[in-house]
């Protein structure tokens, strides 16, 4: 927990950051929007003060009411692991800046990320499906896709014995899993 | 006619093959007896008439017949050499330690589906694998066995085997064209070129062999090495074996080489599209092409049929069986019991968990490893043919061990490397290899006129 | 000139509606994307070549179009999907405790270290305290999981050149490795050991008999095994110079692990962003300045021998206590995130954790290395040739399992 590096961080980004700094274990975390990533990942890569030249995790979130994307970077001027949230990409067109201008490695992290939640990042030469058939219309990892035995547990079901789905229920889980299937975040 | 087709329903199935076999065999006895007696003189008159050719025929036929069992070994060979060395087991369970296993390979890639692809121009697929196959048997012809043991005895018959053994290119273009599909293109272009750059290096090493020798004749060279195993011609062109091994290596698509069927990249390079008898033909041309390489070293540089040491042929033994009379009878039927008892007696005696008709048996096989082992010393002791084919054997599968070796042990060259190696590497070195013996035959010419011929 | 005689359409052996055309991985849709484009159209003398997901070669199901000029390779694109299992959305649905066994298949050959990046997350969320045995046994089988996935590495890496012995005697190796963890976990492959808070089971006898014997002989064993190959003319002249990166490079296609490695950076997560008891532990971190492809053969070689004094090391200093910390059964963390990397045998391999205050995770985000070093085949295979494609795709050492999650 690098309270130096909150420091700088707050001094250099805080007009763009939509959030306060926050930092647990050994991770800084801070949350910015969508137009913002270019002007800030390059500061972050390109200024000697952060070098943070390593990409270490690029991924997408759907918190259930917006779509977030999320950067982990790595250098050596701190011990800790900082990660960007890009906050506030609607679902019905998830749009972020992509960062294949600064690592190329970063094109495959892009693709999955389209494939799973459908967030288009612009500037990825490369923007088509990797893990699902070309033709696939849904987005799996959206809170909206149900798997199977998801489906199984909707309120929707019939009445007769062979439309239920007979599980456990009364047990704790069974319980938590009565909610809603498109569970939304706690809003912190 | 009824009562023929219902007493044939009543029958079952061995009583089925017995009363279709045995009447043809009848018939067959009957009808081959009548005709020896009746065309048995003309033909004999025949046979003794165009005797060259009866022999070429009978030849050819040992020799086609031969590669057979020759693949089965050697694949046997390779099989339990390499699990050996990889510390496996290998073949265990067909026959004893595994060795029926490549018979059963044999069947099963008869009895395989064998279809040609959809798009493939059938008639160069068909014959493909005959042009390879061919293109391999046929240079055993000229390869001699032993004294007096050669197919055809050609002059020029080093000539014949490198221009024969040439064809296996088309073969192999034949394959990788017609097969309609890119990678079996690939492959058979990569092999055409393979074999075609690795074919210069192989002529030109030989032909040190050839100056040495004076001909081209394969049985000449062979009786030029007679003698100690200082006289074979490994010591005299050590330059020139060592490229043809590596050539020779390279011809025969053997690792470090095989990149043609280097499954790891290619699937099976030429041979994709290929299954069943289809297949076992390149499969049996590649294994019978690392004996016959194995041949050819041995014949050129390694005396050929020749033993390590002289032997003063023929040993006459003053074996007179007739001289016994009707105890000949006796003899013959008293000294295989005679040796079955003798060999069983220790075994019963020092075991008590042997019983007596186990020793028999253990006797009675022994009494025949015995006994096979009395003639074949005896054939090789009086018949310079035995012992020279029981050389040339040993000697040709030592080469054909060195082979599976070398593939247990090495990785595979690329295709560049491999064609660097060939023109940039082989080739002159070859070419210096003939250099040096011209000038060191010369030399010898001048200060000893009588030493070389 | 033999015309080639195509069959009719009524010809029972035509099984297409169509005339029989030339099959090509084009795909049969137009391009969607710039470097789709790209790669799907053809110069002249070009022609593609499918290395199909069955392939004798491929470290799993992987399909790889190639783009060819005679033997050169001008440019590839893998296909990836074949094994894709929704590991993330399964964990979605899943307890903390049912993800550990969702996430071992992922890098089916050093399961170890997938467990340990989810249950660093998941101990990162709920604030647990490892015990120090726990911690120790953790680096113990993890460290040998890491030389059993070199050991592998080495023969596939020999295998893919052609070499039919190296092979079968690494897996001696990993054999007898992996008998001594399944002595300790109960499984040979997919461990599931490792639990939030420790691991399973503590070690037993049996275990303990195995490793003084492995140990004794493992350092001759892996230089007789690694003899074979590494001053082999033919070996060496194959790998060297072949699929060269430089670091810049390396660093812009995210690499880790031993790739990054081989190309000069001493980055190793264990050092620079330790983890668990790394820091008591003495270990160097190998690095070699060539980046090509027996670089990093040789620098996994060297980092077996270091995970060896590792794991000699954790057994003289194994203290003694609990193996467990004490947890509810029923885990709610708070809501938060959590990111947690270990050094796996192949790189980064992390996680990113996001909880709700249920049982379940609300998001988890596996990062895999093969996947990331599989992008950047197509950058290595500049101007090589086909046999070098699987050469260079064995020497980044790729796991399907981790690259389609």
């Known amino acids: 927990m690098d309270r130096r590096f909150k420091a700088r961080l707050d001094a250099r980004f805080g007009e763009v950051l939509r959030g306060p700094i926050r930092q647990r274990h050994d991770e800084t975390e801070m949350r910015i929007g969508p137009g913002d990533v270019v002007p800030v990942m390059t500061a972050l890569h390109d200024d000697p003060a952060f070098r943070f030249e390593f990409l270490a995790d690029l991924c997408g979130v759907d918190t ?55 967030i288009i990042f612009e500037g990825n030469r490369d923007l088509r499906r990797i893990y699902m058939p070309p033709d696939y219309t849904s987005f799996p990892l959206r809170k909206d896709f149900h798997l199977p035995d998801d489906a199984a547990r909707s309120p929707g079901g019939g009445v007769r014995h062979m439309e239920q789905a007979h599980l456990p229920t009364d047990t704790p889980a069974a319980a938590i899993r009565r909610t809603p299937a498109s569970r939304q975040l706690p809003s912190r | 006619m009824t009562a023929i087709s219902r007493s044939w329903n009543r029958l079952t199935l061995p009583g089925k093959v017995i009363f279709t076999v045995v009447p043809a065999l009848v018939v067959l006895t009957i009808g081959l007896v009548v005709a020896i007696a009746i065309l048995g003189g003309p033909a ?26 020759t693949a089965f070994l050697i694949i046997y060979m390779e099989m339990k050499g390499i699990a050996l060395m990889n510390l496996r087991i290998g073949p265990d369970r067909v026959g004893p330690f595994g060795s029926l296993l490549s018979v059963v390979h044999g069947l099963k890639v008869l009895m395989k589906e064998d279809f040609t692809p959809t798009g493939a121009d059938s008639v160069v697929f068909t014959w493909a694998p005959v042009v390879v196959y061919l293109a391999s048997v046929m240079t055993l012809l000229v390869i001699p066995f032993g004294p007096g043991l050669v197919g055809q005895h050609f002059q020029l018959g080093l000539l014949y085997f490198f221009a024969i053994s040439g064809l296996s290119v088309v073969g192999l273009l034949m394959a990788g064209w017609a097969s309609f ?129 002289p032997w003063p042929w023929p040993i006459t033994l003053d074996l007179n069986p007739g001289s016994l009379g009707i105890g000949l009878l006796f003899v013959v039927a008293l000294v295989p019991l005679a040796l079955t008892l003798i060999l069983a007696t220790p075994f019963w005696l020092v075991s008590s968990r042997i019983k007596g008709w186990q020793a028999l048996v253990i006797g009675f096989v022994l009494a025949n490893l015995f006994l096979v082992g009395a003639v074949a010393a005896a054939g090789y002791i009086g018949f310079d043919w035995v012992a020279g084919l029981a050389w040339f054997m040993l000697k040709a599968y030592v080469f054909v061990f060195i082979f599976v070796w070398m593939r247990g042990t090495l990785p595979r060259v690329r295709i560049d490397q491999l064609m660097n190696f060939a023109w940039k590497w082989l080739m002159e070195l070859a070419f210096l290899n003939i250099f040096i013996t011209a000038g060191a035959i010369i030399l010898i010419k001048y200060l000893n006129p009588e030493a070389l011929p | 000139m033999t015309t080639t005689r195509r069959p009719s359409a009524d010809d029972p052996r035509v099984m297409l509606d169509q005339e029989l055309g030339v099959f090509e991985p084009v795909p049969p849709y137009p391009p969607r994307t710039e470097r789709e484009a790209e790669f799907y159209t053809l110069g002249d003398g070009e022609m593609f070549i499918n290395m199909g997901p069955q392939h004798p070669s491929t470290h799993g199901v992987l399909r790889v179009v190639l783009k060819i000029d005679g033997e050169n390779v001008v440019d590839l694109d893998p296909v990836l999907g074949y094994l894709h299992r929704g590991v993330e959305k399964l964990c979605e649905n899943a307890d903390y405790h049912q993800c550990i066994s969702q996430v071992d298949p992922l890098e089916y050959v050093s399961s170890l270290f997938n467990e340990w990046g989810a249950v660093l997350s998941f101990e990162k969320l709920l604030d647990v305290q490892v015990p120090r045995r726990a911690e120790y046994i953790r680096v113990l089988s993890a460290e040998l999981n890491r030389v059993a996935s070199h050991a592998l590495f080495m023969g596939w890496m020999a295998l893919d050149l052609g070499g039919l012995t190296p092979i079968l005697w690494s897996f001696i190796e990993r054999d007898e490795i992996v008998e001594m963890l399944a002595s300790l976990t109960g499984q040979r492959m997919l461990f599931n050991y ?73 980055f190793d997560i264990r050092r620079a962003h330790p983890y668990s008891v790394y820091p008591e532990l003495d270990f160097d971190i190998p690095t070699r300045d060539e980046g090509d492809c027996l670089a990093r053969y040789l620098l996994r070689v060297d980092e077996v021998k270091q995970s060896l004094r590792i794991i000699d090391q954790c057994l003289h200093q194994m203290p003694d206590g609990p193996i467990m910390a004490k947890l509810p059964r029923l885990l709610r963390p708070r809501p938060g995130r959590a990111y947690s990397a270990v050094e796996g045998p192949r790189g980064q391999y992390a996680t990113y954790v996001m909880s709700d205050g249920t049982d379940q995770p609300y998001r988890m985000r596996i990062h895999d290395p093969s996947f990331i070093h599989l992008q950047s085949v197509g950058l290595l295979m500049e101007g090589n040739l086909i046999a070098d494609t699987m050469a260079i795709m064995a020497s980044l050492d790729p796991i399907m399992g981790g690259v389609d999650k």
């Not at chain 1, 990660?83 to 800046?97: E, K, M, T, Y």
């Not at chain 2, 290929?274 to 194995?294: L, P, W």
């Not at chain 3, 490792?194 to 064993?221: K, P, Y």
Request: negative net charge; glycine residues 8%; charged residues 15%.
């Open chain 2, 181 to 309: 599909n890119k990678y079996s293109l690939l492959g058979g272009l990569r092999s055409a070129a393979q074999v075609i750059s690795y074919e210069i290096p192989l002529v030109l090493s030989v032909v040190g062999v050839i100056m040495l020798a004076g001909t081209m004749d394969l049985v000449v060279i062979v009786e030029n090495q007679a003698g100690w195993f200082t006289d074979w011609y490994i010591w005299q062109q050590p330059l020139g074996a060592l490229i043809f091994f590596i050539a020779a290596t390279a011809e025969a698509n053997r690792t470090p080489f095989d990149l043609t069927e280097a499954d790891s990249e290619i699937v099976a390079g030429f041979a994709t599209e290929y299954s069943g008898m289809r297949f076992g033909f390149f499969f049996f041309a590649e294994y019978v092409n690392v004996f016959i390489i194995s041949a050819l070293t041995v014949t050129l540089f390694f005396g050929g049929w020749n033993a390590p040491f």
């Open chain 3, 194 to 266: 490792f639990r939030i808070g420790g691991v399973n089971g503590d070690l037993n006898h049996d275990f303990m008999s195995r490793l003084g014997n492995w140990m004794s002989r493992a350092t001759e064993q892996i230089e007789a095994n690694t003899g074979l190959l590494n001053e082999n003319e033919i070996f060496v002249r194959r790998m060297r110079g072949l699929g060269t990166i430089d670091t810049p490079t390396a660093l812009r296609m995210c690499f880790t692990g031993p790739n990054l490695r081989a190309t000069g950076v001493p």
């Open chain 1, 64 to 118: 259930g009411d917006v779509m977030q994307a999320v950067y982990h970077l790595w250098s050596d001027v701190t011990p800790d692991w900082l990660r960007i949230i890009v906050d506030g990409l609607s679902r019905d067109d998830p749009r972020v800046p992509s960062l294949t201008f600064l690592w190329k490695g970063a094109e495959w992290m892009e693709r999955e990320a389209y494939d799973m939640f459908g």
């Open chain 2, 44 to 69: 004999l008159d025949l046979v003794v008439a165009n005797l060259p050719i009866v022999r070429f025929v009978v030849a050819a036929t040992a020799i086609l017949l031969m590669t057979i069992p």
